[in-house]
């Protein structure tokens, strides 16, 4: 099993140690991960992969999509003090936890907006989703909110085929485009672990974001 210090940049490690005991105890966290120990491989690694990209790793407006119990966002907040992380979610309960985790922590930089991800706006060099929602439906939640040259990850599972041909077709739509796909083992036994990544270079036409649950409801693709 790997420890904190195995996983996360030295100085994360006390603020990401204070989230996991947080998680550990507070039934409205929203993960059914619990244990310190297995958090540390499911959810700190898994949000940290992507720290080793460099667009990532130098980003310094970061917007997480349905931040849920606050991965990957709280662990990029902890792992890049340079950055602030704006963690966007729509349900009161979960925000209450966030802004918790948030405040025990210490991180300073990450920010926690109760909102429907259609309703939030700025201009962000890196957006994330983790475990939301369907490659054609998220490329249209971030589009907007990344300014041209940025990038969007998603943390994915295994995607089929036809979710992946779906996206490109759906970034394409938006104004992104897809840049890779990059396997990742954050932990002993990960499978079907994947980080898909999307640029921006083009403007979002006007019509973007379509109002709430219009995305999930009719597909771009």
């Not at 036809?162 to 890779?180: K, M, N």
Request: with cysteine; proline share 7%.
């Amino acid at each position: 099993m790997k420890h904190l210090e195995d996983v996360a940049p030295a100085h994360a490690v006390d603020a990401l140690a204070v989230i996991l005991g947080l998680q550990a105890t507070d039934p409205t966290a929203s993960t059914t991960v619990r244990d310190p120990g297995e958090a540390v491989g499911r959810h700190v690694a898994d949000s940290l992969s992507a720290i080793e990209l460099p667009y990532v790793a130098g980003a310094r407006r970061i917007t997480d999509l349905g931040s849920g119990a606050g991965w990957p966002g709280l662990a990029l907040a902890a792992a890049l003090p340079d950055a602030h992380v704006w963690l966007v979610e729509s349900a009161i309960r979960h925000c209450r936890y966030l802004e918790r985790a948030v405040e025990l922590s210490g991180l300073t930089n990450a920010t926690v907006v109760h909102a429907r991800v259609e309703e939030w706006s700025g201009q962000h060099d890196v957006v994330t989703a983790r475990a939301l929602a369907a490659l054609p439906v998220l490329v249209e939640y971030a589009a907007p909110l990344l300014e041209l040259g940025g990038h969007f990850v998603a943390w994915k599972g295994a995607a089929s085929p036809e979710e992946t041909a779906a996206g490109a077709v759906a970034a394409g739509i938006v104004g992104l485009e897809p840049v890779e796909v990059i396997p990742v083992v954050p932990y002993e036994g990960a499978r079907d672990h994947s980080l898909h990544v999307f640029r921006k270079i083009g403007e979002t036409p006007e019509r973007f974001p379509r109002r709430p649950g219009m995305a999930t409801k009719r597909p771009l693709a």
